[in-house]
C-alpha cells in the first residue's frame, strides 16, 4: 500500500524554524517535495528533491528552506528557517514514480500538516 506521513507541523514565531518529515512507503519514488496551500491561495510547491538529492525550490523559499532526503529510510525532510507569516499554509508531501516499461507514472499526496506563522 502506498502512503506518506507527515509530521513537525505547528505553531512558530516570524524568524523561528520548524522541519517537516515524510515517510514514503509502498514504493521507492524518483522525486519528493512539499507543496503548500494557503486559504484562497493555489497550490505551489515549495521544494521537491530527486533520489539522487537534486533540489528544486520555489522562489519564495529560496535562502531560507532545505530539502534534504534519506533514501534508505524512502524520507524526505522541510528545513524552514526564517520563517514568515506568509509562510503560514497546509504543507503537502508528493511523492512522484516516473513510468519504467513495466510501471506507470504514480503520484501520490500526503494529508498534509498545517504550518502557521505568528507575526
Known amino acids: 500500500q502506498v502512503q506518506l506521513v507527515e509530521s513537525g507541523g505547528g505553531l512558530v514565531q516570524a524568524g523561528g524554524s520548524l522541519r517537516l518529515s515524510c515517510a514514503a512507503s509502498?514504493?521507492?519514488?524518483?522525486?519528493l517535495g512539499w507543496y503548500r496551500q494557503a486559504p484562497g491561495k493555489q497550490r505551489e510547491l515549495v521544494a521537491a528533491?530527486?533520489?539522487?538529492?537534486?533540489?528544486n525550490y520555489g522562489d519564495s523559499v529560496k535562502g531560507r528552506f532545505t530539502i534534504s532526503r534519506d533514501n534508505s529510510k524512502s524520507t524526505v525532510y522541510l528545513q524552514m528557517d526564517s520563517l514568515k507569516p506568509e509562510d503560514t499554509a497546509v504543507y503537502y508531501c508528493?511523492?512522484?514514480?516516473?513510468?519504467?516499461?513495466?510501471?506507470?507514472?504514480?503520484?501520490?499526496w500526503g494529508q498534509g500538516t498545517l504550518v502557521t506563522v505568528s507575526s
Open positions: 508528493n511523492a512522484k514514480k516516473l513510468p519504467t516499461m513495466s510501471s506507470g507514472y504514480l503520484e501520490v
Open positions: 509502498g514504493n521507492i519514488f524518483n522525486i
Open positions: 528533491i530527486t533520489i539522487g538529492g537534486a533540489p
